[in-house]
């Protein structure tokens, strides 16, 4: 921490107040966990902070017979035990639910697992993708809403002057699976993250998390499958297919080197093909 600066810190209870402490340069309290580390990874904590875990609308989780609406300062805990009832979010509830350690699961936001810029091991950004999920923005302008790929892909320019206020998805998903690998020498991260999912027009949705700097959706695999519907009730099948159209750029870090991340991804399509079938979603197809 630079000597000498002073700090302040905002507890927002509406957007309103939000934006206007963006507007004097606050940054918005979002991966707080990942934020507290900054200065040893060379960085400096922001003079100025806008937290948004009073804006009531921000902590539900609305559950309708055709959508879901999460907001953002809604803890992984909380959407564990909101949707776990739900048909077709069991990757995105065992993505929530098996994030980090316990204590972090309590107070670690969807808003701000999605918005650390940096953090590529987010759980909760495979399993969206998966969801095809829908962000929704508050700028200056009003607000926004962006595809969850596009999101993810443009966060850098996007959050420079928006706020992550909900995320919304469809009921389309009949079933979804959440796979991942970590590494307990090097903490709870992962090595490599895969959510699959079925909907209801027979399709298989599959992306990745943790191989790459941000999560994306495995669409050579995902077409694979549609030319090979077969496979995915056959966990051997599904593991062939997806060394044969292994198509990512594994990046390396401290707990793990690329090619390693890339290597795990077959093991973990089967296994998730595997947990698909126990849910019978993949009935459907």
Same mark, same amino acid.
């Given at each position: ?18 934006? +206007? ?5 606050? !940054? ?42 999460? @907001? ?9 035990? +909101? ?40 759980? %909760? ?28 892909? $443009? ?19 009949? +079933? ?6 970590? %590494?307990?020498?090097? @903490? $709870? ?7 699959? @999912? ?8 599959? !992306? ?29 099948? +599904?593991?062939?297919?997806? %060394?044969?159209?292994? $198509?990512?750029? @594994?990046? $390396? ?21 595997? !947990? %698909? ?9």
């Amino acid at each position: 921490m630079a000597p000498g600066v002073e700090r302040s810190f905002t507890a927002a209870s509406t957007i309103e107040e939000a934006l +206007a402490a963006r507007r004097q340069g606050a !940054a918005v309290l979002a991966g707080g966990t990942w934020m507290m580390r900054d200065p040893r990874r060379g960085g400096e904590l922001p003079e100025a902070v806008v937290a948004l875990h009073r804006i009531p609308a921000l902590s539900k989780v609305e559950i309708e017979p055709d959508h879901v609406v999460i @907001g953002a300062a809604v803890t992984h805990a909380v959407l564990g035990r +909101a949707l776990h009832a739900a048909v077709g979010f069991e990757g995105l509830v065992g993505a929530a639910e098996n994030a980090a350690n316990p204590g972090i699961r309590r107070v670690a936001t969807v808003g701000g697992n999605l918005c650390v810029l940096d953090f590529a091991a987010a759980d %909760l950004a495979p399993a969206l993708l998966v969801c095809e999920a829908t962000v929704e923005l508050e700028t200056f302008e009003g607000a926004k809403l962006l595809g969850i790929s596009d999101f993810l892909k $443009d966060r850098h320019t996007l959050l420079a002057e928006a706020i992550v206020t909900r995320i919304h998805l469809g009921r389309d998903l009949v +079933a979804s699976a959440h796979i991942r690998l970590p %590494l307990r020498k090097a @903490g $709870d991260y992962p090595v490599a993250i895969v959510s699959i @999912g079925v909907d209801k027009d027979k399709r298989c949705r599959i !992306a990745v998390g943790s191989v790459e700097p941000v999560a994306r959706r495995w669409t050579a695999l995902e077409q694979a499958m549609r030319a090979s519907p077969a496979s995915a009730l056959d966990p051997e099948r +599904a593991a062939e297919l997806a %060394l044969e159209h292994n $198509d990512f750029q @594994g990046r $390396d870090g401290k707990e793990a080197e690329g090619w390693y991340r890339r290597q795990v991804l077959p093991s973990l399509v089967k296994r998730g093909i595997a !947990a %698909l079938l126990k849910t019978g979603g993949l009935a459907w197809l």
